[in-house]
């Protein structure tokens, strides 16, 4: 097993799939980012690895062998086990997303889905969002005073649109996290559909050119294959 | 093999019914018939006997026995009775023994009337007494005989006509349901031959429908709207496979010749072309499926008052800087709320994509608008662009999937956009038409119901 990370400090995750390729691709994916992964393919190995409770999160497939994982989430979730569950699941209309998240589901993933989607989703669900109730936000040189609605980037004013002004908290909110296109459609704009032209592309573009100061390094990079990354540290 | 079928079948349970109710029915009428006609000639026997008795009892001796003598003489048939007792008890003159009733003029009913002449044997009669003025009785009386025989006669003729009559009504029940069940068993055949997979045929329908015909009618429509669904799919099937195979085939060529290369990095861009590829036909699939989730779902139950006002407003915003950034003027008339009954989420989706398509197909320096309002009582919805527009032939095609236009071949994207606008214009019941807009296209959503009631 090749780990990027301390395989202490990276959580468990615990793989419930019954499709080998993707399983394995799955595995992979999240190994490479240095979590431990669990995987298990039926529904009666899924309840007793949850009941053991070792897992940090689950990402469970919403058909099984022909049973059905939701049905196992909502029986765990009774049980009053807590643990963050990644819905995976070739039904995308709204209702079944709904009956998903519903059933104790915390996030819910189309297939086909990019591995990097997934591990963005993972990651955003195992990092709850610090404190709601802050509110300044920082990084860099920029502070964010949410009850003010104001921006400074090193002590000068920056005029935000209030559409841009919420794209920017979403990401100050998850500093050094990727974060999707579908992340940010859902998260800002609150759209269940990606547009056929990048038009968040075009939003970030122009936020970045009211927030970055020439010659510093930009605050959100791309990230590759992924979607973007707020810079923690600049 | 039909008659056992039809042993069965409720069609025969039907006859039976039916016989059995005509049955019922005809024994009531004549029930009541055989009551009302002995009823009736049996008052008429009462009355007579009370109305002459009043007068005989009133005459004179000698006329009282001039007319026993008389009534005795023509009584051939020995059907009348008639007596005169002395105040003691004696027979005076008659033909009926002693009888104990009450001498009161009313009528009696006796079971066994005991007549004087010794051949005659005692039969059921009416018989009526009434005192005269002289202390003596007259009584008078009639054989019942008649009444019992008419009686006898009725009840003879409704026993004879009920076999006949049961077997009238089986017959002809079983003629009804033997029509009716052969009708289903036609139905039925037709239906397994559909099963079969033959699908041309049609449920039999006749010139004046009646209950199964309407069913039948209903039933060929739903195959009419089966077959087109199948073709549709069938067309559907097609369009994937060429359009999922194009970029397959492009990924396998641009792999194989990575691979064959000796040039890592001639290997990591063909990887990479080759995985643009895949993004393609990845959202493809998706577009189709979200089509046909669309066209599946059942408009009802998540239908919400929605503000088209507002969802305009909303895209607007999300698409400004997208205009802005191509040179593309962007400009937003939705002043007014234009309420209807929609799927909020949808009406976005499907706005979102008539405006990317405007968007896409505008040159530098052109304007898209996009106007919402209430025309003539129904919310209209209009995108517009100074683009190169949509050639009169091909307005109906341009929201079919897959259809190609020289418009698609230029720009990024499934081409489905306009499809899945399409699908949920359909499911809100709003109608989706292109127009020229001179320059340009002319993109109309408009309700086919009134507007919605703003929420209060």
């Known amino acids: 097993m090749s780990m990027t990370g301390d395989p202490l400090k990276r959580p468990s995750v615990l793989l419930i799939e019954d499709e080998k390729g993707l399983a394995e691709e799955i595995s992979a994916e999240l190994q490479s980012l240095g979590y431990r992964v669990q995987h298990v393919d039926s529904v009666a190995e899924g309840f007793s690895a949850a009941r053991a409770g070792s897992s940090a999160i689950m990402v469970v497939d919403r058909m099984l062998h022909g049973s059905d994982g939701l049905s196992m989430v909502e029986a765990l979730r009774e049980e009053g086990v807590k643990t963050p569950v990644l819905l995976i699941s070739a039904l995308s209309s709204v209702d079944d997303r709904i009956r998903g998240l519903k059933a104790g589901g915390d996030d819910y993933l189309t297939k086909p889905f990019a591995m990097a989607e997934l591990a963005a989703r993972v990651e955003a669900l195992l990092r709850r969002l610090d404190d709601v109730r802050t509110t300044k936000l920082r990084a860099g040189g920029l502070e964010m005073d949410l009850i003010e609605q104001t921006v400074m980037r090193d002590g000068t004013l920056i005029e935000l649109l209030p559409r841009e002004f919420k794209l920017l908290e979403y990401f100050l909110r998850r500093p050094g996290r990727i974060v999707t296109r579908a992340m940010l459609l859902e998260g800002v704009w609150h759209y269940r559909f990606i547009p056929e032209t990048n038009v968040v592309d075009v939003h970030i573009g122009n936020l970045r050119r009211k927030i970055d100061i020439a010659g510093a390094p930009p605050l959100i990079i791309n990230i590759r294959g992924a979607g973007f990354m707020l810079h923690a540290g600049a | ?456």
């Open chain 2, 1 to 456: 093999m039909r008659a056992p079928e039809f042993l069965r079948s409720s069609a025969l349970r039907l006859a039976l019914a039916f016989a059995i109710a005509m049955t019922v029915a005809s024994s009531l009428v004549f029930g009541l018939v055989y009551l009302r006609i002995t009823a009736v000639s049996e008052s008429r026997v009462r009355s007579i006997l009370e109305d002459e008795a009043w007068k005989g009892a009133n005459y004179s001796d000698e006329e009282i026995k001039n007319a026993v003598t008389q009534r005795l003489t023509r009584d051939l048939r020995h059907l009348d009775y008639v007596a005169l007792f002395s105040e003691s008890g004696t027979l005076l003159i008659g033909n009926v023994g002693k009888v104990t009733i009450p001498a009161d003029g009313r009528s009696h009913f006796v079971s066994e009337a005991p007549r004087t002449d010794p051949g005659q044997k005692s039969e059921p009669a009416i018989l009526v007494a009434r005192l005269r003025p002289d202390g003596s009785l007259l009584m008078l009386g009639r054989n019942l005989d008649e009444v019992f025989t008419l009686r006898r006669t009725v009840l003879q003729a409704l026993v004879g006509a009920i076999g006949p009559m049961l077997l009238m009504a089986l017959a002809i029940g079983a003629f009804f349901a033997r029509r009716e069940s052969r009708r289903l068993i036609h139905i039925h055949d037709t239906i397994a031959r559909i099963m079969r997979g033959d699908l041309q045929v049609r449920l039999p329908v006749r010139r004046r429908p009646d209950e199964i015909d309407r069913v039948s009618r209903d039933v060929n429509l739903m195959l009419d709207e089966i077959v087109r669904l199948l073709l549709q799919v069938k067309n559907v099937s097609d369009n994937i496979a060429h359009d999922l195979r194009t970029p397959l085939a492009v990924m396998c060529a641009k792999l194989e010749r990575g691979l064959a290369g000796s040039d890592d990095h001639e290997l990591r861009v063909a990887t990479r072309q080759a995985l643009s590829e895949l993004d393609k036909a990845m959202m493809t699939i998706t577009a189709l499926l979200r089509i046909s989730e669309v066209e599946s779902a059942l408009r009802s139950s998540g239908f919400k008052s929605i503000d088209l006002s507002a969802i305009c407003a909303d895209v607007f915003e999300f698409y400004e800087p997208l205009g802005k950034a191509r040179s593309v003027a962007m400009v937003l008339d939705a002043r007014s709320p234009v309420p209807t009954l929609g799927d909020g989420d949808l009406m976005r989706e499907a706005l979102a994509n008539l405006i990317d398509n405007a968007v896409k197909f505008t040159p530098e320096g052109g304007t898209v608008t996009l106007s919402a309002a209430i025309e003539a009582g129904r919310p209209v919805v209009r995108v517009s662009d100074s683009g190169s527009g949509v050639a009169p032939g091909e307005r109906d095609r341009i929201f079919e999937r897959f259809y190609r236009t020289i418009r698609n071949d230029r720009v990024p994207g499934s081409g489905l956009g306009l499809s899945i606008a399409a699908a949920i214009a359909k499911l809100h019941d709003f109608e989706l038409r292109v127009e020229d807009n001179r320059p340009g296209a002319l993109f109309i959503m408009s309700g086919r119901g009134a507007s919605a009631k703003a929420p209060p």
